[in-house]
T-cell receptor
Framework: LAKTTQPISMDSYEGQEVNITCSHN???????ITWYQQFPSQGPRFIIQGYKTKVTNEVASLFIPADRKSSTLSLPRVSLSDTAVYYC??????????????FGAGTRLAVHP | NAGVTQTPKFRVLKTGQSMTLLCAQD?????MYWYRQDPGMGLRLIHY???????AKGEVPDGYNVSRLKKQNFLLGLESAAPSQTSVYFCASSLDGTGAPKAYGYTFGSGTRLTVV
């Protein structure tokens, strides 16, 4: 499975756009990119998933360049409630391989008033 | 509400005691997982199951056993608890790889905070 690298922590202020970048240089052809969000004392929550170009849902956008060696999670106009840990995961969609998903330490986002 | 339910939410054990953590999901998911999360770290996979009656080892299986007698339940057992097993335990479930577009998405429970003294 492709290894991912993301910043350990980030700080932002309410109303700003936050972009968290994840590097995955060894991504395989059949790998998808998935982001999870974890609030304190809760389990991670699925945010968004993509394969290439741009994906947008009601929570976030995911930008994936043509070479797919990195991806950027974009959170528009963050609020205090977006303070959480964000995990980037890379793995195949239709394979038993995803039963070995590796959650790294993630990126701790702190949103300030 | 549909989802993953873990019981208990908190537990304190003495070294050497045993206990079972219960995970129940009502989404008819095929795959279920047990993770542990230590302070400041990501989640590490303990054991997982790809269907009723099956179990397999993850990254850190030592000291734990699991059973999946019913599709909706996944039990994690500690036969002889040790202080190193103090952690927050998360259960998750997902569809297998042949289903909906979110087949890769996991649904997590809210966790069990276990302290071994």
């Amino acid at each position: 499975l492709a290894k991912t690298t993301q910043p350990i922590s980030m700080d932002s202020y309410e109303g700003q756009e936050v972009n968290i970048t994840c590097s995955h240089n060894n991504i395989a052809t059949n790998d998808y990119i998935t982001w999870y969000q974890q609030f304190p004392s809760q389990g991670p929550r699925f945010i968004i998933q993509g394969y290439k170009t741009k994906v947008t849902n009601e929570v976030a956008s995911l930008f994936i360049p043509a070479d797919r060696k990195s991806s950027t999670l974009s959170l528009p106009r963050v609020s205090l409630s977006d303070t959480a840990v964000y995990y980037c995961l890379v793995g195949p969609l239709f394979s038993g391989g995803y039963n070995k998903l590796i959650f790294g330490a993630g990126t701790r986002l702190a949103v300030h008033p | 509400n549909a989802g993953v339910t873990q019981t208990p939410k908190f537990r304190v054990l003495k070294t050497g005691q045993s206990m079972t953590l219960l995970c129940a999901q009502d989404m008819n998911h095929e795959y279920m997982y047990w993770y542990r999360q230590d302070p400041g770290m990501g989640l590490r996979l303990i054991h997982y199951s790809v269907g009723e009656g099956t179990t397999a080892k993850g990254e850190v299986p030592d000291g734990y056993n699991v059973s999946r007698l019913k599709k909706q339940n996944f039990l994690l057992g500690l036969e002889s608890a040790a202080p190193s097993q103090t952690s927050v335990y998360f259960c998750a479930s997902s569809l297998d790889g042949t289903g909906a577009p979110k087949a890769y998405g996991y649904t997590f429970g809210s966790g069990t905070r276990l302290t071994v003294v």
